[in-house]
């Protein structure tokens, strides 16, 4: 039986590359060998150092999310600390037993024995294996312990190996996204990491504008990565050679905005020494990019509508009209349609500026994207502190992928 046992667990984890069907498989196994009502794999949480339910059978999902543990609690928090199988013989009876789960419900029926041993790697314990067993009085459950213990060791190897894969498939992903960056250069549309249908739907609509004239609106939440997207389409139109000129519409005042904007000559106002070129002037024959262009004040955005009609503008403080031959993008996370209808933005500008929008997802919609950035921003971050992370685990990536990201894109970098 023992033998039996054990070939059918082998043959579980090896019958799958997903780690939580095999041990679902296996603890298929163990109820129909150990005449088991429930049983569960939980393991240790790298990010938390709590313990929490991996795999369980017959347990619903939220009996399953409020089985965690610290270690050293319950009964399953005591067998990991200690690293030693524990038998209660009576569930009902066991003050440790902590039943988070609240999944017994019938233990004043029938009365169960509940059997836990260590999952272990090497010398380190990783977490617990652990069944609900028959009440069969207070036998030793011997055979039954050393049973679970070679079945626990044989997942504590599964779990290795499928960490060392999780790591090894990073390390492979971010080899991939170097390879590719020095292929496709630092700003072409092949610098944007993503793998997800959203991010494929909005790059398709750049690039067909990239090599037009057509003023682009980019919208989207804070951190989605419109100023990268800017970029690649600057860098893949016939305006390439010439300058990408970024202005950051939020982060002045609108006095030193209009000057920034249009230069000023010597003795415009006080501390104005010399004359200089505005950032219209100098992205002449290339792109202006104007991010957060729903921070412009009303007067701001007068001057800037006779720049997009005319092409032409004067130095702050100058008479001479200047002709410009400028490509402008600009960037909002703002409803400007509504700014309009509340007269907080020119109708007329909106118009002019939003020939071609293109709307960035958030990162909350486009999650399968989410382990690509991670293997970017790792080996990024590698070469920046000369480092040799190789990745992230499995739970960690878990961690990763449950978390709504209202900062998006920048806020996952800075996290890594």
């Not at 059997?115 to 036998?139: E, Q, R, T, W």
Request: net charge positive; proline share 3%; with cysteine.
């Amino acid at each position: 039986m023992k033998v039996k046992v054990l070939a059918d667990v082998g043959e579980a984890l090896a019958g799958s590359l997903d780690l939580e069907k095999s041990l679902g498989s296996i603890l298929n196994v163990l109820s129909d060998s150990l005449e088991m009502k429930r049983g569960t794999v939980t393991l240790v949480d790298p990010i938390t150092n709590e313990l929490r339910i991996e795999v369980a059978q017959g347990l619903t999902k939220k009996e399953k999310e409020r089985g965690r543990y610290k270690i050293g609690e319950g009964v399953t928090g005591k067998v990991v600390e200690s690293g030693e199988a524990m038998v209660v013989h009576d569930i009902e009876a066991e003050p440790l037993f902590l039943n988070k789960t609240r999944a017994r419900k019938d233990l004043k029926q029938r009365k169960f024995a509940f059997l836990c041993v260590p999952i272990k790697v090497g010398n380190k314990v990783i977490g617990a294996l652990s069944v609900d067993h028959l009440f069969k009085g207070n036998i030793p459950y011997e055979e039954d312990t050393k049973l679970l213990t070679i079945i626990a060791s044989m997942v504590g190897q599964a779990v290795k190996i499928r960490d060392l894969a999780e790591k090894e498939k990073q390390a492979v992903m971010a080899e991939n996204v170097k390879l590719k960056q020095q292929l496709k250069g630092k700003y072409k549309f092949g610098n944007v990491i993503y793998t997800s249908p959203a991010m494929e739907t909005v790059l398709e609509g750049a690039r067909q504008v990239a090599s037009s004239n057509a003023a682009v609106l980019l919208r989207g939440e804070s951190g989605t990565g419109k100023e990268l997207v800017a970029a690649a389409i600057h860098y893949s139109s016939l305006r390439a050679q010439k300058a990408f000129i970024k202005v950051a519409c939020a982060a002045l005042p609108e006095n030193l905005l209009e000057s920034e904007l249009f230069g000023y000559e010597k003795g415009a106002f006080t501390g104005a020494m010399e004359r200089r070129a505005g950032r219209f002037e100098l992205a002449h024959g290339g792109t202006i990019f104007l991010d957060e262009i729903g921070d412009l004040s009303p007067a701001t955005q007068v001057k800037l509508l006779r720049v997009l009609q005319e092409k032409e503008f004067q130095r702050l403080g100058g008479t001479e009209t200047i002709k410009v031959d400028v490509r402008v993008i600009c960037a909002t996370h703002q409803n400007l349609e509504k700014m309009v209808k509340e007269k907080k933005f020119r109708d007329d500008l909106f118009y002019r500026i939003n020939v071609f929008p293109v709307t960035l997802p958030p990162l909350r919609d486009r999650k399968e994207d989410i382990p690509l950035l991670v293997a970017h921003f790792t080996h990024k971050y590698n070469k920046e502190n000369k480092k040799s992370i190789e990745g992230i685990n499995r739970a960690a990536l878990d961690t990763l992928m449950g978390y709504d990201w209202p900062g998006n894109v920048r806020e996952l970098e800075n996290v890594i």
